[in-house]
């Protein structure tokens, strides 16, 4: 599977909802888009970036913009995530690998001296056309958040 790039179109990836509901990446064209993977819920660093983008999705959605968050937790860790945290941000899972392929955010991991795979904090920002323009690899949480708002202001 090719990566996608910028000027690259979101692809047809169903993944499921905390709901037990199935949703595809494609529902979001005709809006602005923010897509983030992230490697773990109830982590610190993600507790963070999702605590972030609760505390300014408004914000997004008041821009015209749709935020959704994507690990491989299990649609049920996700619901008690969101619940134990008020979180406000959608989150999903990647139950397949399919975006996380897509975006090539699967990557290989050295922790302690032991390599292992995981996901590559990252976050993609689509146009309302479903056309990928900005992507942020390898985040660091602080002040992120902010940086994705400030570009998805400057889309419109």
């Known amino acids: 599977m090719t990566i996608i790039e910028e000027g690259g179109a979101l692809p047809a990836i169903d993944l ?14 005709g809006k602005i888009f923010v897509l ?5 819920d109830d ?3 993600c507790t963070r970036e999702a605590q972030d983008f609760s505390s300014h999705y408004a914000e997004f959605q008041a821009l015209g913009a ?5 690990s491989r937790d299990t649609p049920a ?7 134990k945290y008020d ?11 399919a975006a996380m392929q897509a975006f090539g955010v ?19 920002l689509f146009d309302a056309a479903g056309i990928l ?19 998805v202001r400057a889309l419109g």
């Open 77 to 83: 860790k996700h619901q008690k995530f969101i619940d």
């Open 36 to 40: 983030y993977f992230y490697p773990k």
């Open 106 to 124: 699967w990557v290989e991991k050295k922790l302690y001296g032991k390599t292992y795979m995981g996901i590559d904090r990252s976050t993609f």
């Open 66 to 70: 749709a935020v959704l968050g994507v």
């Open 133 to 151: 323009v900005r992507d942020w690899r390898k985040v660091k949480v602080p002040g992120h958040v902010v940086d994705v708002l400030e570009a």
């Open 87 to 97: 979180l406000t941000v959608p989150l999903a899972t990647d139950d397949t690998d």
């Open 43 to 45: 982590t610190s660093g």
């Open 16 to 29: 499921a909802t905390p709901t037990g509901d199935r949703l595809n990446l494609r529902d979001y064209v």
